[in-house]
Structure formats: structure tokens, C-alpha cells
């Protein structure tokens, strides 16, 4: 089978290597990566490829940049977008609140890959063809560096944006009461050298209904995760046992309880992290991630384009 993949060359979370690894198995991969700009023009992009070389397309790009094109995309064949936040569909504060559900009813016949569990279920209700993958992480980059742990408690992440502020509430919370540490870093091996020194690492995805995959390379890197329980389906999903590889908290007084529970027993805390690594190293990887993905695309498509692209023109 050969595939195309349009990637955004300027994401946040480098995906890279989720896309080489979908070609190492039976799959041959054509990555593509594209600006903004490219990204706003999809159709015009797509007069320089052969569409009639490849049997899936899977698109893996901003959702507010490919929102408005749905006309365009509607006439693609086989086409699967690869989504990390449809999570912001249900979420009041985001600017995003419902347009997900929106879009994708506007592409009839195209599925759709969530990475959230809650996530997936809330589009299959709405009649999206969606399929769950969790969010992972690059282990040739989420290295464990067996340094010393000056940072018992930390967070690296961003607070500012109003989808976050109960995120942003919590941790300024925590923070006046506990030693934790709100952190920015500024390139991706400061990342990965500051999540190896902290000792537990504070996820604070309230309201977000998913794990983002911070918590999964803070895991890999070696720290404890104390984690928002999410519900709904989502730590069985993912595999996620509280007290066996990570420590899941459900408000503020339980929050503190946790941390306290670890203080007190310092070794059973680190095989927690321990396991935790090897879960996520198991379960979260790109390149076991790939295999699902691959799964999720082979299956065959029952529908076709509304019409030929061209006509567009």
C-alpha cells in the first residue's frame, strides 16, 4: 500500500518519526511536510501530486489552518486526518468548542483518528467515523539520562491560553503551598534534560478529558507522574493503573494526599516510575504507535469523492 502524509513542518510536537515508522512495515510512506501557508491552500498543493499513485491519504495538519477547506477535501480519496486535539470540540473556554464536530460532518466517508478515548466515543456519537490512537512520544529523543534529581516537583508546559486556565488555576494553586516548579524550555534537548530532573511530574490536564503526551515523556524520561484522572474509560484505554505505574489524583485535597503518600514511601514511588517508563515504552512509542495507525488505515473505504478536484478549478 502507499501512502501519502501531510505533516506540518512547523508543529510543536515533532511527529516525524511516527510517520517513518508507519513505512517500516507494509506500507511504502511519502512524507510531505508544509508550511502555513501550504496548508491554507491545500488545493492548489495538490496540483503538483499524482493523487492516482497513492491508496490512502492521511492528512496531519492544523486544524485552523484546513477548517475552511472542506470542499476540497471532500473530493480526496481515501482520506484520514490524524487529529491531537478534538478534545478542544467540548471544551466551553476553547475558541474551538463544537467546530471539530462541524467540520468533519462536512466530509462524509472520511475517517478520522482521535487521540483521546473519551475523545473518540464523543465523535462516533455525533456519526464520525473516528478511531482511537493514543498520543505518544519519540524514544530515540525521551531518554532516560540516570542524572541527578534536583526538581521533586515540576510541570513544563505553557499556562497562558484561556482553554488552560483551570490547568493554569491548579498549578499556581499547588504552587503556593508546594515546592513545585512551573517551567518553560526553549529547545527540545532542554526539554528532555529538565524532565530527567525532576522527580515527579505534575499533569495537570483538567478539563481536557484526554492525556496529553507530555505525560507519557515525562514517563519515559523516568519521572513519577501524578496525573488528573480523566475517566471515562480513558486510564483502561491507555493501560493506565493507579499506584502501579503512575499516581492519579482527582481534586486539590487529593492532589497533596498523593504527593504526601510519596514522600512517605519513597522506594515503592520509584518502582511506580519505573513501571511507568516500561509501560509507555511498550504502549506510547511512535513506532508501536505506527502499527496502529497503519491498522486503522488499511481498512478498506466504502465511499467515494463527491467529485473530480480538478473541477474546482
Not at 496548508?39 to 495538490?46: C, D, P, T, V
Not at 467540548?90 to 466517508?109: D, E, H, I, K, T
Amino acid at each position: 500500500m502507499r501512502v501519502l502524509v501531510l505533516t506540518s513542518a512547523d508543529r510543536a510536537l515533532d511527529n516525524r518519526m511516527l510517520w517513518s515508522s508507519l513505512s517500516v512495515g507494509s506500507a511504502q510512506v511519502d512524507v510531505h511536510f508544509l508550511d502555513k501557508y501550504q496548508q491554507r491552500r491545500l488545493q492548489a498543493y495538490f496540483t503538483g501530486i499524482a493523487l492516482d499513485g497513492y491508496e490512502r491519504i492521511i492528512l496531519d495538519l492544523m486544524f485552523k489552518h484546513i477548517r475552511t477547506q472542506s470542499r476540497f477535501l471532500r473530493t480526496l480519496p481515501a482520506l484520514t486526518l490524524y487529529e491531537e486535539d478534538a478534545y478542544l470540540d467540548f471544551m466551553p473556554a476553547s475558541r474551538w468548542n463544537g467546530a471539530f464536530v462541524r467540520f468533519y460532518r462536512q466530509l462524509p466517508g472520511v475517517r478520522v483518528i482521535s487521540t483521546g478515548f473519551g475523545v473518540t466515543n464523543h465523535l462516533c456519537a455525533a456519526g464520525v467515523d473516528a478511531h482511537f490512537v493514543p498520543k505518544g512520544f519519540d524514544p530515540a529523543r525521551m531518554v532516560l539520562q540516570n542524572q541527578q534529581r534536583d526538581i521533586e516537583l515540576g510541570f513544563i508546559g505553557r499556562l497562558g491560553s484561556a482553554a488552560y486556565s483551570a490547568r493554569r488555576a491548579l498549578l499556581e494553586a499547588l504552587e503556593k503551598v508546594e515546592p513545585l516548579q512551573i517551567i518553560r524550555t526553549h529547545t527540545a534537548s532542554e526539554y528532555v534534560d529538565t524532565l530527567n530532573r525532576i522527580y515527579i511530574f505534575i499533569s495537570a490536564d483538567v478539563g481536557l478529558s484526554e492525556y496529553m503526551a507530555k505525560n507519557f515523556e515525562s514517563m519515559a524520561c523516568g519521572c513519577l507522574l501524578l496525573a488528573k484522572r480523566q475517566g471515562r474509560g480513558e486510564e483502561q484505554a491507555l493501560g493506565l493503573e493507579d499506584g502501579v505505574n503512575l499516581l492519579l489524583y482527582d481534586d486539590f485535597d487529593s492532589l497533596r494526599e498523593r504527593l504526601e503518600w510519596a514522600r512517605a514511601h519513597p522506594d515503592l514511588a520509584r518502582s511506580i516510575a519505573a513501571r511507568g517508563r516500561e509501560h509507555v515504552l511498550a504502549q506510547n512509542a511512535y513506532d508501536r504507535l505506527a502499527c496502529q495507525i497503519a491498522n486503522v488505515v488499511s481498512v478498506p473505504f466504502t465511499s467515494v469523492p463527491s467529485q473530480p478536484w480538478w473541477k474546482f478549478w
